[in-house]
């Protein structure tokens, strides 16, 4: 049964940074493309950026362009993301997921594996 576990999250004040990290078990890790998805109170999820699993292609929301960055460690079967200058828009449960397929996808519906979430907070 595969498992992804996302931690990392917290509060912040406009313009601090975060790391949120994924941990996938009982699967095989390293041939998933792995996805970052936001969802605000009252809103769509929606994808955030993603990274493939060869050779690590990543792709992003317009809106963190630049501000975030995935990264994978296929050896301790982690993702990353990397949230700078956060902004107060960027509060949501963001969520993990894994697509066992070769290309990332902004589609929540691609992605067979998710975890529970961790809530990000940005105060002004």
């Known amino acids: 049964q595969v498992q992804l576990v996302e931690s990392g999250g917290g509060s912040v004040q406009t313009g601090g940074s975060l790391r949120l990290s994924c941990r996938v078990s009982?699967?095989?890790?390293?041939?998933?493309?792995m996805a970052w998805f936001r969802q605000a109170l009252g809103k769509e999820r929606e994808f955030v950026g993603g990274?493939?699993?060869?050779?690590?292609?990543?792709d992003y929301q317009d809106s963190v362009k630049g501000r975030f960055t995935i990264t994978r460690d296929n050896a301790k079967n982690t993702v990353y993301l990397q949230m700078n200058s956060l902004q107060p828009e960027d509060t949501a449960v963001y969520y993990c997921a894994a697509n066992d397929g070769v290309v990332v996808t902004s589609s929540p519906l691609e992605y067979e594996y998710w975890g529970r979430g961790t809530q990000v907070t940005v105060s002004s």
């Open positions: 009982g699967g095989i890790f390293a041939s998933y493309a």
């Open positions: 990274i493939s699993w060869s050779p690590g292609t990543t």
